[in-house]
Every structure is written in structure tokens, then in C-alpha cells.
Nanobody, 124 residues
Framework: QVQLVESGGGLVQAGGSLRLSCVAS????????MGWFRQAPGKEREFVSS????????YYADSVKGRFTISRDSSKNTVYLQMNSLKLEDTAVYYC?????????????????WGKGTLVTVSS
């Protein structure tokens, strides 16, 4: 049974930082592109960032580029999202995603497995 378990969310002031973690189990981690998506209240789930199986290629939504950094540790079956300079508009539930298909994960439809999400709230 595949499980993706996120942690690290919470309440932070604008300009602050958080690091999200996602531990994967039940799958061969090295064979999956991993990503982060987010969903704000009343909005659709949107792509945030992804990293390829090798970890050599990373992708970011324009809205987070330069502020967020994705990484993965295959020895721990874990993917991270370092979020700096947080803004009010970053408030959302953040979901970890795994995609075993070709190409980096960029779209909701590509995702094979989802975590349950972790809430990030940025306050003024």
C-alpha cells in the first residue's frame, strides 16, 4: 500500500520560512518523479514544484520561483520543499505527489499517488 505522509506545515508570518517533508512508502521511490501541489480555499489544486527521479532536474511554478526549493533524499524516501519569503497568497493545503510516468510531474492528471496534505497558513 502506497503512502505519502506530509509534515512541516503550520502558521508562519509573512516573510518567514517553513520546510515541508513527505515520506513515501510502499513504492520504489527512485522510480517516481515527486512533486508538490497546493490548494487554497475555493481554488483548484495547482502545481508548485517537482523533481525528477535522479534529482537533477527541478521545476517550479512562476509564483514560487526563487523562493521555494525542492529536493529529495533517496536514502530516506523523502522529498522536501523549503519555502522562504512566504507570502499571504502561499496559504494553502500542500500535497505531496508521486508520478511514475514519463516526464516531470506538472499536472494533476499525471499524479499516481497523493498524500493527505499539510496546511500552511501565512499571516500578516
Amino acid at each position: 500500500q502506497v503512502q505519502l505522509v506530509e509534515s512541516g506545515g503550520g502558521l508562519v508570518q509573512a516573510g518567514g520560512s517553513l520546510r515541508l517533508s513527505c515520506v513515501a512508502s510502499g513504492l520504489t521511490f527512485s522510480m517516481y518523479d515527486m512533486g508538490w501541489f497546493r490548494q487554497a480555499p475555493g481554488k483548484e489544486r495547482e502545481f508548485v514544484s517537482s523533481i525528477t527521479t535522479s534529482g537533477y532536474s527541478t521545476y517550479y511554478a512562476d509564483s514560487v520561483k526563487g523562493r521555494f526549493t525542492i529536493s529529495r533524499d533517496s536514502s530516506k524516501n523523502t522529498v522536501y520543499l523549503q519555502m522562504n519569503s512566504l507570502k499571504l497568497e502561499d496559504t494553502a493545503v500542500y500535497y505531496c505527489a508521486a508520478d511514475g510516468g514519463p516526464g516531470a510531474v506538472r499536472w494533476v492528471a499525471q499524479v499516481d499517488y497523493w498524500g493527505k496534505g499539510t496546511l500552511v497558513t501565512v499571516s500578516s
